[in-house]
């Protein structure tokens, strides 16, 4: 069981660093997942449990082989790195090694961090820290999941590439705020009869099948 650690390694090494190393002073295990769209200029020293490349590759009919993780536009790498991402953390949920997922990011790496967090259920520990979530022109777009799921969101203020005091702060907060999360976790508890959900919310009619199959 471990708790998974999404960022882009050739931008946000140093604050990944830190998130992982403090999960697991708090006793955790972490599975840091790398999600870099970059060319591969820049080598990070700290080592992905599963890097760029594996996470593309779970994209059916993708073929990078001896290739950076690149692709025509940046639209079409983050949609591939979303996509591959989403199907990594949902095996790594259905295996039963997944206790928690946090994810540090920018815009880009935001909306591929989503695309995971979504398929993740009601109630399993899930934290964003991004420094886009509070974006309007982007609002639209990031209400297709916060509004569909319960993503914890801290938005970040300050862009989070490099280190600082602030960003150290930051990446500590998170790491101790997911842990806190996954050690209080309290599952949803089944019930002999269905649940049904309803809202008179029309920018979340969506949401109600998160509670289960009604």
Known sequence: M???????????????G??????EGSGFKTCLIDISIGTGATVPSLQADVNAR???????????????????TKDTISTIMGRGLR???????ESGKLEGIIA?????????????????????????LS????????ATALAEYFVLKDITVMYT????????Y????????????ISGMVKADAPLLGTERPLLAITEFGFCDKGPTIFGRC
């Open 2 to 16: 471990s708790i998974a650690i999404v960022g882009m390694l050739d931008e946000r090494e140093e604050a990944l």
């Open 166 to 177: 602030l960003v150290r702060l930051l990446a500590i907060n998170g790491a101790n705020a």
């Open 18 to 23: 830190i998130i992982k190393n403090q999960i």
């Open 157 to 164: 203020v300050i862009d989070t590439v490099g280190m600082n």
């Open 54 to 72: 594996e996470v593309a590759e779970l994209v059916q009919g993708l073929d990078i082989e001896g290739e950076p993780a690149v692709a025509d």
């Open 104 to 128: 540090i990011a920018s815009l880009t790496g935001t909306l591929i961090s989503l695309r995971a967090m979504k398929v993740l259920p009601y109630g399993f520990p899930k934290l964003l």
């Open 87 to 93: 199907r990594r953390v949902s095996l790594l949920h």
């Open 131 to 138: 420094s886009a979530a509070a974006m309007p022109a982007y």
